[in-house]
């Protein structure tokens, strides 16, 4: 019953939601063409899959965001086993990671726009350094957390380095892991949608850019139901499998 009760409650709240939407749009409060009713936006998504446009532009956003988020993660966890194993390279790194963790990733576009130019470097390094430069952050606070004497006794025992962060480090920071990657997993998808705004030529953002210039109200609320979905989407699967990793290591 308990498990029921939360799909039917949250699928309850959309559907009063889209009937509040649609009731508030048809009672002539703004004009249909600024704010269009969901049946409309729902159509207009529709025509845009017929027509094959979004379907391509779609797939050209996962495969950035795929591969940037990847590149991210692969970059952040490098990164991070190397601090802890090395503590001088962590001494360095750290404060320059502290200070580019509060940059968003998304006011570095117009800086990467001339570095790299418009072309698809630029999604994918956005996307990247959203998704290193916090989980490094966890990974290097998450370490100075850990109680030092359990790492005196594993090195007591004759635990070499790759051993203490393979059996004690990872194990122990592994909710910090997950749980920045779930957060990212969200973040990539938005970045990814900003910098093609921005600067390319296709992709989500770019379809947005192109419906704003035709004043498409409804395909406009149409991505932007896309990329929360798809957000959406991408942080519930990181939760699940945060859930079933941390619950085989018995932390939850």
């Given at each position: ?8 409650k949250?699928?309850?709240f959309l ?5 509040s ?19 409309t ?5 529709i025509e845009?899959i ?28 490098f990164m ?6 090395v503590?001088?390279?962590r ?12 940059i ?14 418009m072309?698809?470097a630029?999604?994918?390094l956005t ?7 916090p989980l ?7 370490a ?6 359990i790492?005196e006794v ?20 592994a909710?910090?892991i ?18 093609e705004?921005?600067?390319?030529g ?7 850019i ?9 395909l ?5 139901l ?15 499998i ?11």
């Amino acid at each position: 019953m308990g498990a029921s009760s939360k799909i039917v409650k949250p699928i309850l709240f959309l559907c009063l939601l889209i009937l509040s939407w649609e009731i508030l749009a048809r009672s002539g409060i703004a004009p249909s063409y600024l704010f269009p009713s969901f049946s409309t936006v729902f159509v207009e998504l529709i025509e845009a899959i017929y027509r094959d446009q979004l379907a391509t532009n779609y797939a050209i956003t996962m495969i950035r965001v795929l591969a940037g988020f990847g590149a991210g993660t692969a970059l952040g966890l490098f990164m991070g086993s190397i601090s802890i194993l090395v503590s001088k390279f962590r001494e360095f790194l750290y404060p320059i990671i502290s200070f580019l963790s509060v940059i968003p990733a998304v006011a570095l576009v117009p800086l990467l726009m001339i570095w790299v130019g418009m072309n698809e470097a630029l999604p994918l390094l956005t996307v990247m350094f959203c998704s290193s430069i916090p989980l490094f952050y966890n990974i290097v606070s998450g370490a100075r957390q850990i109680d030092k004497e359990i790492l005196e006794v594993a090195r007591t025992l004759g635990a070499d380095r790759k051993r203490v962060l393979r059996d004690i480090l990872l194990p122990q920071l592994a909710p910090s892991i997950l749980s920045a990657l779930k957060l990212e997993a969200g973040m990539a998808w938005r970045t990814c949608f900003v910098a093609e705004m921005l600067a390319m030529g296709s992709g989500l953002g770019y379809m947005i850019i192109d419906a704003e210039s035709t004043l498409n109200v409804a395909l406009i609320m149409a991505l932007i139901l896309i990329l929360s979905l798809s957000c959406y989407a991408f942080q519930t699967l990181f939760e699940v499998i945060e859930l079933r990793i941390l619950r085989r290591w018995g932390a939850r």
